[in-house]
């Protein structure tokens, strides 16, 4: 009789060994990725729920250490058609921002190529030349050979004089996602502004935004997102006190009052962080363009912020899936980077070797209770354990960002 358990339980054993390896092959030899857009999916309903949980918590109110200064509707009605507004508009919201102690200024709106009315470009570029903590964004491209434009081979001459890129080894640099083309000729603007940044997004398969590179590799040089640079402002950064080790984490050393205090920011082996979204549209503070323009706003309420300027009109083309939302402003994913960075507030994915672990576990497991009870009592047994399971998985993401593999296991 004794024989007889250690036999089934042996089998079992083997058994169970042997599907895991077996699905591990699949999935990552002969079929890679076969589960990534199921657990990309998995993944989503996580943060449905989490969102839930942290709306909750807030009970309403705002994260307003971070504002949103909205092009919304009430702007265009008072405005007119955005793509004719004249850059003075801008320039006011500069001089205003600054005036109140705002402690940053980003852009989320591409100012490309120099305006027809040069006067305006003059003050704009005055203004954040004056106020010494605006950060700008660019937008990188891929060529399209067919219409002229060619990949380059080489930063535009008056880029590459401007500091804003970051040197590493060649490894590293090639880790990162790799860009054609540097879209903006607006060089006397991004001369005058502190820091510049990448506004473009790196969708998944199914044009979701689950995480961001927080840099992109153009012509062999790195350069920051909006919400890195903008960090990298807020925390004084130098070129030289970034360190990147792909797959692993992205380093600032910042200096503190007690030294040097390392930072780190989890990111995947293409140098892309997981974003942590804090909730629904408008979980940030968002003020109207219009408002601020009109100065309707108390300048106090700007005093020691961080401020970004974005768009949340659906016209405007800056709207985009993101795992709880078909349509979420871009400015705001910008806002929950940020805010991720400066509060170290991450998503952490577990290894691959993890996720082995956890599916021989779950493998053995069930094979060595299924060779002791009827059908009828084992099916229930392992439903039981693949709930417990994902429900696990649930609270981890949910209470401790932590991101198990689901689908595999």
């Known amino acids: 009789m004794r024989n007889n358990r250690l036999q089934r339980l042996s089998v079992g054993i083997v058994l169970g ?4 390896i077996i699905v591990i092959v699949l999935s990552e030899i002969i079929f890679p990725g076969i589960f990534e857009n199921f657990e990309a999916k998995t993944f989503d309903l996580r943060f449905q729920t989490k969102i839930k949980l942290l709306e909750e918590t807030r009970q309403g109110e705002k994260i307003d250490d971070i504002v949103i200064v909205d092009i919304d509707n009430r702007s265009l009605n ?3 058609r955005y793509q004719q507004w004249p850059r003075d508009y801008y320039t006011e919201i500069i001089n205003y921002l600054t005036e109140s102690g705002a402690l940053i200024i980003g852009f989320d709106i591409l100012f490309m190529e120099p305006d027809i009315d040069r006067m305006a470009d003059t003050l704009l570029v ?6 010494g903590n605006v950060c700008h964004s660019f937008s990188f491209s891929s060529a399209e050979p067919d219409a002229f434009l060619y990949k380059m081979e080489a930063p535009p001459a008056p880029l590459d004089t401007l500091g804003f890129s970051y040197l590493a080894s060649e490894e590293i640099i090639n880790a990162f996602p790799g ?4 879209d903006g000729k607006f060089f006397e603007l991004y001369k005058a502004a502190k820091k510049i940044g990448f506004a473009n997004f790196q969708p998944d398969n199914d044009s979701v935004i689950r995480k961001i590179p927080l ?4 012509a062999g040089e790195l350069y920051p997102s909006l919400a890195m640079a903008m960090a990298l402002f807020l925390y004084n950064v130098q070129n030289s006190e970034v360190h990147i080790q ?5 380093r600032l050393d910042v200096h503190t009052e007690n030294g040097v205090k390392p930072l780190y920011i989890p990111i995947d082996q293409q140098g892309q962080m997981l974003i942590n979204y804090m909730g629904s549209y408008q979980t940030f503070r968002y003020i109207s363009f219009y408002d601020v ?14 401020v970004l300027v974005g768009a949340s009109v659906a016209g405007l083309y800056d709207l985009r899936p993101v795992p709880f939302q078909n349509a979420f402003p871009g400015v705001e994913i910008h806002a929950n980077i940020l805010h991720n960075i400066l509060e170290q507030n991450f998503i952490t994915k577990k290894s691959s070797l993890v996720s082995w672990m956890i599916l021989a576990f779950l493998c053995l497991l069930v094979s060595s209770i299924a060779p002791f009870f009827r059908l009828r009592i084992t099916i229930p047994i392992i439903f039981l354990i693949a709930a417990g399971f994902v429900y696990l998985t649930f609270y981890l993401f949910n209470h401790q960002n932590l991101w198990v593999e689901n689908v595999r296991p």
């Open 17 to 20: 060994l042997s599907i895991a």
């Open 293 to 306: 323009w009109a100065r309707r706003v108390p300048p106090e309420f700007f005093a020691g912020k961080i």
């Open 78 to 80: 008072q405005f007119g």
């Open 246 to 250: 792909p797959g692993e984490y992205i």
């Open 126 to 131: 005055r203004a954040t030349r004056k106020s």
């Open 215 to 218: 840099f992109m590799n153009f």
């Open 179 to 182: 860009q054609d083309r540097f």
